[in-house]
């Protein structure tokens, strides 16, 4: 008897529908205020953010951690589940620019301004890669990479355009 309620059991489960996605909107300011003005203490380079919040994958109460670094060379602004996170576990999103390196893909969307970027969408193999968008601009990389519930490459793009409305 016990055989046939094993097998109801997990046909149930299989058959339920999987809990929805969370997104949580994010404001990156907010997030890492502080670590982004020391930002503007070790990096003359133009830091672009998105001024608009990010849809994260988070639920309602998991507290968002954020870290910034910079020099001469680049910079990166983080923001993770867990304070100094360095795991792909709690890793949520990444801004970084970079002074004079390439693109290193084709590009195979176009900005609001007319630049032309390449969005990657989540990929997975041995792990899974959060998908990203990069672009180039004034000798600068710049890329935004992020766990969002879409993942979508209209997503990633206002996130992008978003930047460079603020700063670019």
Same mark, same amino acid.
């Given at each position: 008897?016990?055989?046939?309620?094993?097998?109801?059991?997990?046909?149930?489960?299989?058959?339920?529908?999987?809990?929805?996605?969370?997104?949580?909107?994010?404001?990156?300011?907010?997030?890492?205020?502080?670590?982004?003005?020391?930002?503007?203490?070790?990096?003359?380079?133009?830091?672009?953010?998105?001024?608009?919040?990010?849809?994260?994958?988070?639920?309602?109460?998991?507290?968002?951690?954020?870290?910034?670094?910079?020099?001469?060379?680049?910079?990166?602004?983080?923001?993770?589940?867990? $304070?100094?996170?360095?795991?792909?576990? !709690?890793?949520?999103?990444?801004? *970084?620019?970079?002074?004079?390196? $390439?693109?290193?893909?084709?590009?195979?969307? *176009?900005?609001?301004?007319?630049? $032309?970027?390449?969005?990657?969408?989540?990929? !997975?193999?041995?792990? !899974?890669?959060?998908?990203?968008?990069?672009?180039?601009?004034?000798?600068? $990389?710049?890329?935004?990479?992020?766990?969002?519930?879409?993942?979508?490459?209209?997503?990633?793009?206002?996130?992008?355009?978003?930047?460079?409305?603020?700063?670019?």
């Amino acid at each position: 008897m016990l055989r046939p309620l094993l097998t109801i059991t997990t046909l149930a489960a299989a058959l339920a529908p999987a809990a929805a996605a969370q997104a949580r909107p994010v404001d990156i300011g907010k997030a890492a205020g502080p670590a982004i003005e020391r930002l503007a203490h070790q990096t003359t380079l133009p830091v672009l953010l998105p001024n608009i919040p990010i849809d994260l994958d988070i639920g309602p109460k998991t507290k968002v951690y954020g870290s910034a670094s910079g020099d001469a060379k680049s910079w990166f602004v983080d923001l993770a589940g867990a $304070r100094h996170c360095g795991a792909n576990a !709690c890793f949520l999103a990444s801004f *970084t620019g970079e002074k004079g390196a $390439r693109l290193g893909f084709r590009t195979n969307v *176009t900005l609001a301004t007319g630049i $032309r970027a390449h969005y990657q969408p989540l990929s !997975c193999g041995g792990s !899974c890669s959060p998908p990203w968008i990069a672009w180039r601009l004034h000798g600068m $990389r710049y890329e935004i990479q992020a766990k969002t519930v879409k993942g979508s490459k209209a997503e990633f793009v206002a996130y992008a355009n978003s930047a460079l409305e603020g700063g670019g």
